[in-house]
């Protein structure tokens, strides 16, 4: 069947921002809430409209037959408020929803007091100790990231617990999805984007965290040589490698740069023809391209930041991320309102019956990938 009027209207749309094939979009997001028996029906959930691949999160939860879906937008770097909600409508038509998102403009606590399921989203971070405040006491907060990915300037987690407020993270390895391993083809298009050909490369990680160990073992799968190192300081044989990827999302520190692993001149100056591709972490990117390396993406980036989000390889990884994260919603918020479970009983059927991830597992879990 040919698509309407107004379907291709909405087509000509999403396009226009990006997204190659609408209409597979429609269908991944009706295949994701059905995988997942999504359904938050009598719920009311918080949430952001962004654009891009980003327009999914508050459509998929008005499929899922949301109660209410509020979103919040604002005029931002990647497009103008006006373009986030035309792109919310027209992904809208092409799902069939007549009674749509609400999208405001403005951050208001009477939108955090109305929420049952509260994301912790662009738009809507952050979640402070004001905002936490105005929630209704069985609201839950679903964090649409894993728990050691968590910044807790977006997310106050200690007023969440004062205030008897259920929070969990996402697992992000959850069968058959494993959305994590996206990780991996993230960057090995970064790789072919900083024109490294890949095939008999050899490519240095340096990274101590889930993403050097996913990342390495994807470069392998590859028929790639690579080697994943926790730091710098004691490589030695630079000038055989053609690339280092920096993939540590959770270090603080500088790892190129002053008082960092190396300085960046230490670098340049015992391999020259390195290819530096900035996925997650701290280097000092202004020296580094004085001195001729070539830094891809080559953008000023603080600590736990990636480059680019999994969204650069389309919108499927966002569907399915975002999907997890607001099932996690779902069965946290009904433990709370139709069980009547108390904090740490909804968080324990939570754990037993979603895709969710605590804050104590994770960090043991991380660490044995780490080491191994």
Same mark, same amino acid.
């Given at each position: 069947? %040919?698509?309407? !009027?107004? *379907? &291709?209207? +909405?087509?000509?749309?999403?396009?226009k /921002?990006?997204?190659?094939?609408?209409?597979r979009?429609?269908r991944?997001?009706?295949?994701?809430?059905?995988?997942?028996?999504?359904?938050?029906s009598?719920?009311?959930?918080?949430?952001?409209?962004?654009?891009g691949?980003?327009?999914?999160?508050?459509v998929?939860?008005?499929?899922?037959?949301?109660?209410?879906?509020?979103?919040?937008?604002?005029?931002?770097?990647?497009?103008?408020a006006g373009?986030?909600i035309k792109?919310?409508?027209?992904?809208e038509?092409?799902c069939g929803?007549?009674?749509?998102v609400?999208?405001?403009?403005?951050?208001?606590?009477?939108?955090?007091?109305?929420?049952?399921?509260v994301?912790?989203?662009?738009?809507v971070?952050?979640?402070?100790?004001e905002?936490?405040?105005?929630m209704?006491?069985?609201?839950?907060?679903?964090?649409?990231?894993?728990?050691?990915?968590? %910044?807790?300037? !977006?997310? *106050? &987690?200690? +007023?969440?617990?004062?205030?008897?407020? /259920?929070?969990l993270?996402?697992?992000?390895?959850y069968?058959?999805?494993?959305?994590?391993?996206?990780?991996?083809w993230?960057?090995?298009?970064m790789?072919?984007a900083a024109?490294?050909?890949?095939?008999?490369?050899?490519?240095l990680?340096?990274?101590?965290?889930?993403?050097?160990?996913?990342?390495?073992?994807?470069?392998?799968s590859?028929?790639?040589?690579?080697?994943?190192?926790?730091?710098?300081?004691?490589t030695?044989?630079f000038?055989?490698i053609?690339?280092?990827?920096?993939?540590?999302y959770?270090?603080?520190e500088?790892?190129?740069?002053?008082?960092?692993?190396?300085?960046?001149?230490?670098?340049?100056?015992?391999?020259?023809?390195l290819t530096?591709?900035?996925?997650?972490?701290?280097i000092?990117?202004g020296?580094l391209?004085?001195?001729?390396?070539?830094?891809?993406p080559?953008?000023?980036?603080?600590?736990?930041?990636?480059?680019?989000t999994?969204?650069e390889?389309?919108a499927?990884?966002?569907?399915?991320?975002?999907?997890?994260?607001?099932k996690?919603?779902?069965v946290?918020?009904?433990?709370?309102?139709?069980?009547g479970?108390?904090?740490?009983?909804?968080?324990a059927?939570?754990l037993?019956?979603s895709?969710a991830?605590d804050?104590e597992?994770?960090?043991?879990?991380?660490h044995?990938?780490?080491?191994?």
């Amino acid at each position: 069947m %040919r698509p309407a !009027d107004r *379907d &291709l209207r +909405a087509i000509e749309i999403l396009k226009k /921002a990006g997204i190659e094939n609408p209409l597979r979009l429609a269908r991944l997001i009706r295949a994701t809430i059905e995988y997942l028996r999504l359904d938050l029906s009598d719920l009311s959930i918080l949430t952001e409209a962004a654009s891009g691949p980003f327009v999914v999160t508050a459509v998929i939860a008005k499929l899922a037959r949301a109660k209410r879906v509020m979103a919040l937008t604002q005029d931002s770097e990647y497009a103008e408020a006006g373009e986030v909600i035309k792109q919310t409508q027209a992904l809208e038509a092409l799902c069939g929803i007549e009674d749509g998102v609400e999208i405001y403009q403005g951050r208001s606590l009477e939108l955090f007091s109305d929420a049952d399921i509260v994301t912790n989203l662009g738009f809507v971070r952050p979640i402070d100790g004001e905002a936490v405040a105005a929630m209704k006491p069985t609201a839950v907060v679903s964090l649409m990231c894993e728990t050691w990915e968590v %910044r807790h300037q !977006d997310v *106050d &987690l200690e +007023a969440c617990r004062r205030r008897g407020i /259920a929070f969990l993270g996402t697992n992000e390895d959850y069968p058959p999805l494993e959305v994590f391993n996206y990780s991996g083809w993230l960057c090995l298009k970064m790789l072919f984007a900083a024109q490294m050909e890949v095939f008999k490369s050899k490519v240095l990680v340096v990274g101590d965290d889930k993403f050097a160990s996913v990342i390495t073992k994807q470069f392998e799968s590859c028929g790639i040589w690579a080697r994943t190192v926790p730091h710098l300081r004691d490589t030695e044989n630079f000038q055989e490698i053609d690339a280092l990827v920096i993939a540590d999302y959770s270090r603080k520190e500088m790892i190129i740069g002053p008082q960092g692993d190396l300085t960046a001149s230490e670098l340049a100056d015992r391999a020259p023809g390195l290819t530096i591709i900035q996925f997650a972490g701290q280097i000092d990117l202004g020296t580094l391209e004085e001195m001729g390396v070539h830094v891809y993406p080559g953008i000023p980036m603080g600590p736990t930041r990636m480059a680019k989000t999994l969204a650069e390889l389309g919108a499927k990884p966002v569907i399915e991320l975002h999907g997890l994260g607001l099932k996690v919603g779902e069965v946290l918020a009904r433990a709370r309102l139709v069980e009547g479970l108390g904090v740490n009983e909804s968080v324990a059927y939570a754990l037993k019956n979603s895709p969710a991830q605590d804050f104590e597992e994770p960090l043991r879990k991380g660490h044995e990938q780490r080491v191994r």
